[in-house]
T-cell receptor, first 114, second 115 residues
């Protein structure tokens, strides 16, 4: 158990819908990262937050957004869902979000868009 | 941009054997970090081992060790005395020391340990 929690574990929804994925980092970690794992794209970095502020952005679609709250938990919002958004979404956390840190991953949320 | 390549999509060995997984990467950075993550059937991403590019000594964690060749941009993982529980997807990953703290992953190697 990494100490990173993600809810829900599974999510099934329809095209065009909107969903919210939630992540709680390890105790003491200030930085949160979101990754997407799909069959065709592999594991890809989406976005990083540090202490409530966006720090880095990767291949995140405009239909997707994220935020980190004062209690440091983070939410990833996916809207206007398409079939291709079906994937495993991971949250990871680290102490300060620096290169010296190690990122610890949560168990993931499996999203299925029908 | 950094890229990570794992040239072995699948590997299979017998229990107790030693197996080496290959990884190469491309970067113009001088300071960076390399990782091996394991993803068992449960889908959890588990850190196996970490290597700092400025360290010449290869990292080891119990049965897991790496062969880090900076000039060749190669970072292989050796698993000694393999166990059934080592069956998993293994991902090699790269992260710059400075700038966006994102992990760049290879496509993975599916490792099966046979009894």
């Amino acid at each position: 158990d990494s100490g990173v929690t993600q809810t829900p574990k599974h999510l099934i929804t329809a095209t065009g819908q909107r969903v919210t994925l939630r992540c709680s980092p390890r105790s003491g970690d200030l930085s949160v990262y979101w990754y997407q794992q799909s069959l065709d794209q592999g594991l890809q970095f989406l976005i990083q937050y540090y202490n409530g502020e966006e720090r880095a952005k990767g291949n995140i679609l405009e239909r997707f957004s994220a935020q980190q709250f004062p209690d440091l938990h983070s939410e990833l919002n996916l809207s206007s869902l398409e079939l291709g958004d079906s994937a495993l979404y991971f949250c990871a956390s680290s102490v300060e979000g620096r290169g010296t840190d190690t990122q610890y991953f949560g168990p993931g949320t499996r999203l299925t868009v029908l | 941009a950094q890229t990570v390549t794992q040239s072995q999509p699948e590997m299979s060995v017998q229990e107790a054997e030693t197996v080496t997984l290959s990884c190469t990467y491309d970067t113009s950075e001088n300071n960076y970090y390399l990782f091996w993550y394991k993803q068992p059937p449960s889908r959890q991403m588990i850190l196996v081992i970490r290597q700092e590019a400025y360290k010449q000594q290869n990292a080891t964690e119990n049965r897991f060790s790496v062969n880090f060749q900076k000039a060749a941009k190669s970072f292989s993982l050796k698993i000694s005395d393999s166990q059934l529980g080592d069956t998993a997807m293994y991902f090699c990953a790269f992260m710059k020391q400075w700038g966006a703290q994102k992990l760049v992953f290879g496509q993975g190697t599916r490792l099966t340990i046979n009894p």
